[in-house]
């Protein structure tokens, strides 16, 4: 049986590396000329998909839960020290809103939109650590959702971010050595969303997987855009498809076009979470910047399950 600590530092630093990897892919598009460039690279560079990941695991890990005031001035910090990470315009513009009238963070998100809030993908995108925090607990949607409405206060938005965190917790309590329970876990997250949006998704994702419809198709059925409903549902496919391959999986999140790296860092947070790290090809973890920062921040997490929340 592998680790919990080998299955919170897979999914922390798989989904960065998913992310970094992706993120490489709007340049290279194929799998070949992809080859080539991560052979050469020295450094594997992650966008604001993993700084907002990690602004997450920090703030969790200060405070042991998600406390929106606290994780908002993490992520407003960590963007004025990195705003060259690739932001999109919805979180930096919450920043300046609360900078200059003072209001929550909550409160200016929900301004966004015309007053609907961001269902985008940047709150998915990030929770791998609350997944894993809240891997065994009853209140992983609640929490789930109170970390996505600090940049992301759409129900669909929030939504989206508790099934990504939800589909983390399952994988990190399944045991990769067995087979793997897919239509088990598929329901599981279509019970698990609560907008129809979401959940007619998740029933279109199991046909898709069921009757095994290839990666070009699925993705033109699920969506191509960065909103969650139509973002999150490849990135799950991707895993389900390649659930014994953490490669493969990654290359089939980010080699299908849409919003590249953020469906590497959704599909490989759950992929690493599934596999632990040792199923992370070694010279990728060597190439990924801030390699030990990523690690000590997951087995931060884990410490706080075993010392407060009676882990394993």
Known sequence: ??????????SMLGSAIGDA?????????????????????????????TAMALGLAESLIQKKCVDQKHLGDTFSRNFFLEPWRGYASGPPQIFFIVREKGISYVEAAKSLFGGKGSFGNGAAMRVAP??????KSNSIYQNASLSAEVTHAHPVGMDGAAVQAFAVAQAVKLNPDKEFPLEEFIQNLINFSKTSEIKEKMELLKSLIIEKVSPKEAHDLLGKSVSVDESLPFAIYSFLRNPKSFENCLFCSILNGGDRDTLGAMACAISGAYLGVEAIPLSWRNKIENKEMIEKFAQAILQIIENELGGD
Not at 1 to 10: D, R, T
């Open 1 to 10: 049986m592998i680790s919990l600590q080998s299955k919170f530092i897979g």
């Open 130 to 135: 609350l997944g894993l925090l809240y891997y």
């Open 21 to 49: 990897i992706g993120e490489l892919a709007f340049f290279y598009p194929e799998k070949g000329s992809l080859d080539e460039i991560l052979k050469r690279i020295e450094k594997l560079i992650y966008t604001d998909d």
